[in-house]
């Protein structure tokens, strides 16, 4: 168990796991004070997630870790804080409101694509990051030059990677403690990003502004006394920020990762991107059934966020096993989305397993990249829509092949991305 805070896991959450876990359903494991139990069947992860979610609260060792950086926004809040804070977003994700944005994510795919050679190699990662980046900016912060640099780019790297040595040090009950040249680039980029965002909020005032970050500070003082207010401004900014595009840039990373293995299933996409991109752009989407099938597919393999957790308020029962009142439960779509068990050949891309006649075949619980019950990704459709965009215009744009003998290593801090970029090689559509 040591080595799931120290070792391997805690450097990469994704490898290390014995063949046994992909098979059984369950693992407990204790570590000093600390039982994480780790379900894989899909009614205890519906149990923890949806029937009885009202037990199971982001851990406190989790949001000691992210206070720095995200506070308590709405991704580390509980309770009415975070139900108060959910009305206040929601709307902004609804799928009118993502709609509208497709326009913007369209220019941000043909700026990627404008830096491409007709021939040659490109990093998929920094792409799909550039215009993750650009998006979420333009969407929610109006284009804030300060969120768009490279080196506010850096610092969000360095945050996300210092996430493993700061899990042991909130282990030895000292989450300041800094092991590691990681932790302390990690404690620079929190630093950055806590700054910069605090002074984009300060300069808005309390009317706000009239973008997403506008109206959320307008409704947060209209809920909160005006300090707290203020904080949650600044937590949500941060959240919005993180949350919103680095998932996303994976999600991109891994289907073109996908793609470019299978090009048979490249063809049959870019023939219904070529068939779909000229009409209404807000509609787009919608007309890319296969695409979304592919999306879908790299999702369950490649799930950007491989591993979130909750701590149990009140003791349960989970699969047959007792868990007490404050251990913690770890739901792992990395194990569960290849979990033999629910998967045939669960390590293979079939994008055909997404068909929509097939919805029946599936648990609702065994595959859940965006999470599921009432901490549902609030920007799962704003994902959705954006990498449907932007993969449609870069399929449109090249032909994607992986370059032989380069192997792809995988790295988990915090969220599931290629260590060292995504390099693949990219020759002009006939
Ligand atoms: C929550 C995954 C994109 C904002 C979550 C959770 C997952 C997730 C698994 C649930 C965590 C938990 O239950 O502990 C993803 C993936 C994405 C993505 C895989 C892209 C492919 C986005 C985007 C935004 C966003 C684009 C915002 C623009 C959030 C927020 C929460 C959340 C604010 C917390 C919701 C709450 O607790 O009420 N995401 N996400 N995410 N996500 Fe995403």
């Not at 949001?63 to 804080?81: F, M, T």
């Not at 929601?90 to 994510?105: E, W």
């Not at 590691?180 to 300069?203: C, K, N, S």
Request: glycine share 8%; charged share 25%; with cysteine.
């Amino acid at each position: 168990f040591w080595s799931a805070f120290v070792g391997e896991h805690a450097r990469n959450a994704v490898t290390g796991w014995s063949n046994a876990a992909f098979e059984d359903w369950y693992t407990k494991r204790k570590l000093l004070r600390l039982t994480v139990h780790i379900p894989r069947h899909p009614d205890a992860i519906e149990r923890v997630l949806l029937t009885n979610a009202a037990n199971y609260a982001k851990p406190r060792i989790v949001k000691r870790l992210i206070a720095p950086l995200i506070g308590n926004g709405l991704l580390s809040a509980d309770g009415e804080s975070w139900r108060q804070q959910r009305r206040i977003v929601a709307p902004s994700f609804a799928p009118g409101a993502v709609a509208k944005l497709t326009g913007l994510m369209a220019q941000a795919a043909r700026e990627g694509t404008a830096k491409w050679p007709q021939s040659g190699t490109v990093d998929i990662a920094e792409t799909a990051t550039d215009a993750t980046m650009a998006i979420i900016a333009r969407a929610l912060f109006s284009g804030d030059p300060r969120l768009m640099t490279e080196d506010a780019g850096r610092h969000i790297t360095a945050a996300l990677e210092a996430a493993g040595s700061a899990r042991l040090a909130a282990i030895l009950g000292m989450p300041g403690l800094r092991l590691t040249p990681t932790a302390w680039a990690g404690a620079r980029g929190q630093r950055f990003l806590r700054e910069t965002l605090t002074d984009i909020v300060r300069e808005r005032g309390p009317e706000g502004g009239d973008d997403f970050l506008g109206g959320m500070i307008r409704d947060l003082h209209e809920r909160f006394p005006r300090s707290e207010a203020l904080k949650l401004a600044i937590d949500n900014a941060a959240t919005f920020y993180l949350a919103g595009h680095e998932t996303t840039a994976n999600a991109l990373t891994w289907s073109i990762y996908c793609l470019a293995g299978d090009q048979q299933a490249q063809d049959r996409a870019c023939s219904e991107v070529r068939a779909a991109i000229d009409g209404d752009p807000q509609t787009l989407p919608d007309r890319l059934p296969f695409l979304r099938q592919i999306l879908d597919e790299a999702l369950r393999l490649y799930p950007p966020a491989p591993r979130f957790d909750r701590e149990a308020l009140s003791d349960d029962m989970l699969d047959g096993h007792p868990v007490r009142a404050g251990e913690i439960v770890s739901i792992w779509p990395w194990v569960l989305h290849r979990h033999r068990k629910l998967w045939d050949d669960a390590d293979r891309f079939d994008p055909d397993r997404f068909a929509p006649d097939r919805e029946r075949e599936r648990h609702r619980f065994q595959y859940i990249p965006f999470g599921g019950g009432p901490r549902t990704c609030v920007g799962a459709r704003f994902a959705t829509v954006e990498a449907l965009v932007i993969l449609a215009h870069w399929i449109a744009a090249r032909r994607f092949a992986l370059p032989p003998g380069r192997e792809v290593e995988l790295s988990a801090a915090v969220t599931l991305r290629p260590r060292g970029g995504l390099w693949v090689e990219v020759a002009p559509r006939d």
